[in-house]
C-alpha cells in the first residue's frame, strides 16, 4: 500500500461523510413540507425556501471570500439552477398534493435510475454491475415502502405526471452539476445554482408575500428550516460529494432517504411502520450498500486493489 493512497482513501470519507449530511437533511425535508405545504402554495414554497437558502449562502460565500466561478462552470450551474433548485421544487411541492406521499416516493425515486442512464450518456460513467444491482434493490424497496404508505384513494394522473416531471428535473439537475464541479467549487455552485433557481420563482412573489400573511408561525420556519438546512447545507454537502465521485453512485446513495424517511416519521410523527414499510427500507439500505461496494481483487503481487468499476476520487475543484 503506497502513501498515495491515503489522501485518496480519506478524500472518499469525507465525501461520504458529506453525502450522509445531505440525505438526512432530505429525508427530514419531507416532514418539514408537510407543514409548510399546507400553508403556502407550490410556487410560494419554492421560492422562501430557495430566498433563505440563498441569503445563508450568500453570506457564507462572502465570508470565506469566493467570487465568481470561471465562466466554463456556468453553463451546468444555469442548467441545474433552473432544473433542480427551480422547476423540481415547484412541480414536487405541486405534485406532492396531488397524490398521497406514497405514489409520490414511488415516481420520484425513479430519479436515480435516470441519473445513472444520463450520466452514461453524457458523461461518459460506465454502470458497474453492481450499481446497476443495487439500484434495482433500493428501487424495490422505494417502491414496498411508497405502497405501504399509499392512501385509499386514486393518484391523480396530474399528480403522477407531475412527480415524474420532478424525477426528470432531478436527474437532470445532478447531471448538468456535474461538469460545472470540475471548474467551480462546491459552494460556488451551490450558490449560484440556488440564485438561479430563486430568480426562476420570482413570479410567485405575490403568493409567497399573501402566504405569509396568513400562514401560522409554525409553517413559517418549517420554510425557513428548508431553505437553510435541507438546500443550503444539504446541496452544498452532496455537490462536495459530488466532486468526487461519479454522479450515478450519488444517485445510489439517495434511496437511503425513504428508510430515513420511515424512521423520522416514526421517532418525530409517531407513525408507526408496518411490516412492508420496513421491510421496504431495509431493501433501500440493502441496496445502497450494495451499490457503493466494491470487490476486491487480489493482484499478482499479493496486494489487494480495487477494480476499474470502483468508485473514483477526482480532483478537487477550483476556488
Given amino acids: 500500500m503506497t502513501n498515495s493512497s491515503h489522501p485518496a ?6 465525501a461520504l461523510g458529506a453525502v450522509g449530511i445531505s440525505v438526512v437533511l432530505w429525508a427530514s425535508a419531507f416532514v418539514s413540507i408537510r407543514s409548510a405545504g399546507a400553508a403556502y402554495s407550490p410556487g410560494a414554497l419554492a421560492l422562501g425556501r430557495l430566498l433563505a437558502g440563498t441569503a445563508v449562502l450568500g453570506a457564507v460565500l462572502v465570508f470565506r471570500r469566493e467570487g465568481l466561478p470561471p465562466r466554463a462552470a456556468w453553463p451546468g450551474i444555469a442548467v441545474s439552477g433552473l432544473l433542480w433548485f427551480g422547476l423540481y421544487m415547484v412541480v414536487l411541492n405541486w405534485g406532492e398534493q396531488q397524490v398521497d406521499a406514497g405514489t409520490a416516493a414511488m415516481v420520484v425515486n425513479i430519479g436515480p435510475i435516470l441519473i445513472a442512464l444520463l450520466s ?18 433500493s428501487f424495490t424497496g422505494a417502491v414496498a415502502v411508497g405502497l405501504s404508505m399509499s392512501g385509499d384513494g386514486g393518484a391523480s394522473v396530474l399528480g403522477v405526471a407531475l412527480c415524474l416531471l420532478a424525477a426528470v428535473t432531478y436527474a437532470a439537475g445532478v447531471v448538468a452539476q456535474k461538469p460545472a464541479l470540475h471548474h467551480g467549487s462546491a459552494l460556488q455552485v451551490t450558490f449560484f445554482g ?7 420563482c420570482l413570479p410567485f412573489t405575490g403568493q409567497l408575500v399573501s402566504d405569509a400573511a396568513d400562514a401560522p408561525l409554525k409553517a413559517t420556519l418549517n420554510m425557513v428550516y428548508l431553505g437553510v438546512f435541507p438546500t443550503a447545507l444539504a446541496f452544498t454537502t452532496w455537490a462536495y460529494a459530488l466532486a468526487r465521485t461519479t454522479a450515478g453512485r450519488m444517485g445510489a446513495t439517495t434511496y437511503v432517504v425513504p428508510a430515513l424517511v420511515v424512521l423520522m416519521s416514526w421517532l418525530i410523527l409517531d407513525e408507526v411502520p408496518g411490516w412492508l414499510t420496513l421491510v421496504g427500507g431495509a431493501l433501500c439500505l440493502t441496496g445502497v450498500a450494495v451499490s457503493r461496494s466494491r470487490p476486491r481483487t487480489t493482484s499478482g503481487s499479493g496486494c489487494v486493489s480495487a477494480p476499474a468499476d470502483g468508485p473514483t476520487v477526482e480532483p478537487e475543484s477550483v476556488g
Avoid: H, T
Avoid at 9 to 14: A, E, K, N, P, T
Fill in 194 to 200: 440556488c440564485l438561479v433557481g430563486a430568480v426562476a
Fill in 9 to 14: 482513501r480519506s478524500s472518499q470519507r469525507l
Fill in 120 to 137: 452514461a450518456r453524457f458523461l461518459g460513467e460506465r454502470l458497474p454491475p453492481r450499481l446497476v444491482a443495487g439500484m434495482g434493490v
